[in-house]
T-cell receptor
Framework: GQQLNQSPQSMFIQEGEDVSMNCTSS?????WLWYKQEPGEGPVLLIA?????ELTSNGRLTAQFGITRKDSFLNISASIPSDVGIYFC?????????????FGKGTKLSVKP | NAGVTQTPKFQVLKTGQSMTLQCAQD?????MYWYRQDPGMGLRLIYY???????DKGEVPNGYNVSRLNKREFSLRLESAAPSQTSVYFC???????????FGSGTQLSVL
């Protein structure tokens, strides 16, 4: 089936640093979503992207829908301790039916104060 | 502002026991989903319900059954639990077919 490759798997950074992570797929996707999951909680939607080339910000977070439609990027600027968590990309591909939202395996972010 | 509510939060079962995980949403959403989350595997779809009265299999449906009791509630049943079903289970709902899922806080299930 369809798979998303999310990288890196984990990141250990210093407070104040910028963070970049990405997801790639082998198929063309028509939607990209980015979620954050904190310990003991369900994922929470951060940013949704619906158009190739789209660049959307949510506070210090910026995500882009790749122009090839096969990738997406999430950047976090000036990281703070509360950014800690697992970040998931998710997407749906052309020809997929409802319920075919595919999730990446996550990027675990640790921030050292 | 409850959103998506799942019960129980934690559960331990013996192999062969049965149980039902409950999920309810108060956002008047049409679609509801059950996922399982395993280390290194991300989120995998078990079953979903596009509307009241309909259910469809996801990626990993074997060993599970679901019931869309009404628009608010979508339950997941394990008839005969197996250790391979040890996982964290998440229920989610979606309002306008825009693929923005709202998740519950999860049920951590251990099958011994």
């Amino acid at each position: 089936g369809q798979q998303l490759n999310q990288s890196p798997q984990s990141m250990f950074i210093q407070e104040g640093e910028d963070v970049s992570m990405n997801c790639t797929s082998s198929s063309i996707f028509n939607t990209w979503l980015w979620y954050k999951q904190e310990p003991g909680e369900g994922p929470v939607l951060l940013i949704a992207l619906y158009k190739a080339g789209e660049l959307t910000s949510n506070g210090r977070l910026t995500a882009q829908f790749g122009i090839t439609r096969k990738d997406s990027f999430l950047n976090i600027s000036a990281s703070i301790p509360s950014d800690v968590g697992i970040y998931f990309c998710a997407g749906s591909y052309y020809g997929g039916s409802q319920g075919n939202l595919i999730f990446g395996k996550g990027t675990k972010l640790s921030v050292k104060p | 502002n409850a959103g998506v509510t799942q019960t129980p939060k934690f559960q331990v079962l013996k192999t062969g026991q049965s149980m039902t995980l409950q999920c309810a949403q108060d956002m008047n959403h049409n679609s509801m989903y059950w996922y399982r989350q395993d280390p290194g595997m991300g989120l995998r779809l078990i079953y979903y319900s596009a509307s009241e009265g309909t259910t469809d299999k996801g990626e990993v449906p074997n060993g599970y059954n679901v019931s869309r009791l009404n628009k608010r509630e979508f339950s997941l049943r394990l008839e005969s639990a197996a250790p391979s079903q040890t996982s964290v289970y998440f229920c989610a709902s979606e309002g306008l077919s825009n693929e923005k899922l709202f998740f519950g806080s999860g049920t951590q299930l251990s099958v011994l």
